[in-house]
C-alpha cells in the first residue's frame, strides 16, 4: 500500500488563477511534509517544507497541513505558464529522513 | 557550494555491462540518499548513507545493485548486469542530520539507457 497518495492529473488552470494540489498520507507518525517541483526531464526542486497544523506561505505558495486528516495540500497563487511541471509530495518514513513521494500531480497553466 | 553534483549525465549501455555512477553531496551533508524514478512515477527509495555507513537498502533492490560511499563523501551506485528495466532516472539526494534541516537536495539525476 502506497504511503503518500496524489492524483496524477493534469490538472490544467487558467493563467492567473489558484491551483490546489491535494496529497493524503497513511503515516500518522509522519511529522514532516515536503513539496517538490520537477520540470519535464529535470530533477525535483523543493518548493515548500511544512512541519506544523495550519497554513504556510512563501511568496504565492501556501502549503497546508492538517494531521488529525493526514492530508496535505499546495495552493499556487496567480498561476504562470512557468508553473507548468509536476509537483511531488513528500514525507520522511523513518528517523533518518528516508522519503515516501507521491507520484506526482502534474499541473498544466493556460495561456 | 555549487549543490549535489551527479555525473555521468547519460548513460546508454547494452544490456548485460556494468554502470557506476558518482554521487558528490553538498559538502556539509552528512546523508545522502539514492531515488530511482521511471517516467509518470515519483522516485523511488533506493539506499541511503549516515557519513559513510549504508543504513537500509530497498528490498526491491535486486543484488546487482550496489552502493558505497568511502569516507563518508561522495557515493557511487553500480549496476552490474543491466537489463531493459534498469532504465530510468537515477536520483541522488543530500541533507543534514540537525532536526528540523532535513531537506532534502537533489542532483540533476543519471538518465540510464539500457539497449
Known amino acids: 500500500q502506497k504511503e503518500v497518495e496524489q492524483n496524477s492529473g493534469p490538472l490544467s488552470v487558467p493563467e492567473g488563477a489558484i491551483a490546489s494540489l491535494n496529497c493524503t498520507y497513511s503515516?500518522?507518525?509522519?511529522?514532516?511534509f515536503f513539496w517538490y517541483r520537477q520540470y519535464s526531464g529535470k530533477s525535483p526542486e523543493l518548493i515548500m517544507s511544512?512541519?506544523?497544523?495550519g497554513d504556510k506561505e512563501d511568496g504565492r505558495f501556501t502549503a497546508q497541513l492538517n494531521k488529525a486528516s493526514q492530508y496535505v495540500s499546495l495552493l499556487i497563487r496567480d498561476s504562470q505558464p512557468s508553473d507548468s511541471a509536476t509537483y511531488l509530495c513528500?514525507?520522511?518514513?523513518?528517523?533518518?529522513?528516508?522519503?515516501?513521494f507521491g507520484a506526482g500531480t502534474q499541473v498544466v497553466v493556460t495561456p | 557550494d555549487t549543490g549535489v553534483s551527479q555525473n555521468p549525465r547519460h548513460k546508454i549501455t547494452k544490456r548485460g555491462q556494468n554502470v557506476t555512477f558518482r554521487c558528490d553531496p553538498i559538502?556539509?551533508?552528512?546523508?545522502l540518499y539514492w531515488y530511482r524514478q521511471t517516467l509518470g512515477q515519483g522516485p523511488e527509495f533506493l539506499t541511503y548513507?549516515?557519513?559513510?555507513?549504508?543504513?537500509?537498502k530497498s528490498r526491491l533492490l535486486s543484488d546487482r545493485f550496489s552502493a558505497e560511499r568511502p569516507k563518508g563523501s561522495f557515493s557511487t551506485l553500480e549496476i552490474q548486469r543491466t537489463e531493459q528495466g534498469d532504465s530510468a532516472m537515477y536520483l541522488c539526494?543530500?541533507?543534514?542530520?540537525?532536526?528540523?534541516?532535513?531537506?532534502?537536495?537533489f542532483g540533476a539525476g543519471t538518465r540510464l539507457s539500457v539497449l
Open positions: 511544512i512541519y506544523s497544523n
Open positions: 503515516d500518522r507518525g509522519s511529522q514532516s
Open positions: 539526494a543530500s541533507s543534514t542530520d540537525r532536526v528540523g534541516k532535513n531537506i532534502q537536495y
Open positions: 548513507f549516515q557519513n559513510e555507513a549504508q543504513l537500509e
Open positions: 559538502s556539509e551533508h552528512n546523508r
Open positions: 513528500a514525507a520522511p518514513t523513518d528517523s533518518w529522513g528516508k522519503f515516501q
